[in-house]
């Protein structure tokens, strides 16, 4: 079993739908999740930690539900520019050295 | 501005080569990583240094290797040994190595591909 699972995709959705990416981790001990945005060919960039109870920025919200080892990702109101791969990372615990990567969700957003 | 740079951005090898891929920041960060991404996978760990002149395997370490001489400069070498080395290689910092929320800032990226 993978450490972090994510539903590879694609999705493909129309601009303005709301769209939820889902991500499970294996080990109970892991302490600090984040959700990390990748376009094609180039670096993953933070989109935004993850916290038990739950946190908002703008169209994104993001949930972690720890007692079932699960983290998701909603979009609200897609727009093209959203079109990227969206990556679910776990860290296991000290250092960065300890952070383990799913293999990340595909999102289209067409008009 | 304040960063991380790799180069080249492509790079090809040739059957039994070496060669070098650079990775270079100016964040103060002392943490520094080395990734490989393949479709459809996750990043993978191939060495990092919490520490100038320290480094320590990761995950896939066999057939690479990296020095850290300087705090800035963390160079990734593919050797001849890395008999299926096409693939994306990130380098990353974070700020302190001890922290349990770290954040890993990237750099662009080198394509490696075998000729």
């Known amino acids: 079993r993978k450490e972090v699972e994510q539903d590879p995709g694609p999705f493909n959705v129309p601009e303005g739908a709301t769209v939820a990416f889902n991500c499970t981790y294996s080990n109970s001990a892991s302490q600090s999740f984040f959700w990390y945005r990748q376009d094609c060919r180039k670096e993953p960039k933070l989109l935004m930690s993850v916290y038990s109870s739950g946190n908002e920025d703008g169209r994104f919200t993001a949930q972690l539900n720890r007692a079932s080892q699960y983290i998701s ?30 293999a990340g969700t595909r999102l289209f957003v067409k008009a | ?78 050797t001849s040994a890395q008999k299926n080395p096409t693939a994306f290689y990130l380098c990353a ?23």
């Open chain 1, 73 to 102: 990702l909603l979009i609200r109101d897609s727009k093209l520019s959203d079109s990227a791969t969206y990556l679910c990372v776990v860290t296991l615990g000290t250092g960065g050295f300890k952070t383990i990567f799913g």
């Open chain 2, 93 to 115: 910092s974070s700020m302190n190595p001890t922290s349990n929320n770290e954040k890993l800032f990237f750099g662009s990226g080198t394509q490696l591909s075998v000729l």
């Open chain 2, 1 to 78: 501005d304040g960063g991380i740079t790799q180069s080249p951005k492509y790079l090809f090898r040739k059957e039994g080569q070496n060669v070098t891929l650079s990775c270079e920041q100016n964040l103060n960060h002392d943490a520094m990583y080395w990734y490989r991404q393949d479709p459809g996978q996750g990043l993978r760990l191939i060495y990092y240094s919490q520490i100038v002149n320290d480094f320590q395997k990761g995950d896939i370490a066999e057939g690479y290797s990296v020095s850290r001489e300087k705090k800035e400069s963390f160079p990734l070498t593919v």
